[in-house]
Every structure is written in C-alpha cells, then in structure tokens.
C-alpha cells in the first residue's frame, strides 16, 4: 500500500504549535503593567486548572510560558520625569491638528485604543526625550508634533 493512503493518528497532521513571540529588548514595565502580568498568570493557572480538554489545555500552558518569562524579565522602569517625556510619561500633544494625551508604556501593557502605546512605538520614540514645547518632526514631516504637557502617568 501506497504511504500516501496509509493514516496512522490525525494527530501527526496537526500544524506545529509555536511559542509566542517574546518583543525584542528590554521588558520595561510600570507598576501598573507588572500588577497586570501577574493577574494574568493567575488567571491562566485557574483556566488551566478548569479546562477539560486537552488542546485547550495545551494552549493555555502556552500563554502562561509567555507570562511567566514576562514577569521573570519585567524591569520596573524608574519614575517618570516630570519635564521631559521618558517611559512612564503622561504626554498631551498637538498632531496633524488634534489634541491627543497618551501614556508611554511597556510592550504588554500597551492598548492603543485607550491611550496607552508602547515606548517601542514610532510615534513614542519621536515624543521621547521632548519637553513641553518642543516641536517635533515624525512621519517625514517636520516640526508635525508640538508637545503641550508631560507628566508622570498618575497611579
């Protein structure tokens, strides 16, 4: 008989699962990102605990793998500056004629929709290292951003 008729288990056909990407540098965090890492290693233990089936269960260990070298290489980041824009700033800017605020956070903490991006993003790069009334250049246009406050992000 042919090897191409010839099946043993469906589970040699199943795709490799992959671990997940770990970002690239250092796993800057803010308390408040650290305080999440944790309550998601928590969580992932219940759900882990709760899960009968065993694919599931597999991708669930997964994620805490992701999790727990997250939280083993978190680097709690220093205060914030108040007068320049550093990870864990507060930032009020001016861009293509609208008003924005944002938080400057870690990789895992960061959700865009609610304010907060990562300091690995373009747009927190060109704001680092800015202070209240710098004009900034981003997007290959220049002097596109004007920062108007910097603060700490508040606990």
């Known amino acids: ?3 191409a008729f010839r099946r043993d288990s469906d589970e040699e056909h199943l795709e490799p699962k992959f671990e997940l990407p770990i970002p690239a540098g250092p796993n800057l965090v803010t ?7 944790g309550e998601r290693i928590v969580a992932l233990e219940s759900a882990i605990e709760a899960e009968p089936d ?6 669930l260990k997964r994620d805490l793998r992701y999790w727990k070298i997250r939280q083993t290489t978190a680097q709690l980041a220093p205060p914030a500056a108040t007068d320049t824009v550093s990870f864990g700033s507060r930032v009020r800017f001016e861009l293509n004629g609208a008003e924005r605020s944002i938080d ?5 903490e ?4 609610a304010g907060r991006i ?3 993003a373009p747009l927190a790069r060109a704001l680092i290292g800015g202070a209240e009334g710098d004009l900034l250049d981003f997007g290959g246009k220049e002097e596109a951003i004007e920062i108007l406050a910097v603060g700490p992000i508040p606990d």
Do not use: C, H, Q, Y
């Open 1 to 3: 008989m042919s090897v």
């Open 54 to 59: 065993d694919t599931r269960k597999a991708a």
């Open 104 to 108: 400057i956070v870690g990789d895992d």
């Open 110 to 113: 960061a959700e865009p929709a």
């Open 31 to 37: 308390p408040r990102g650290l305080t999440l890492i």
């Open 118 to 120: 990562a300091f690995s």
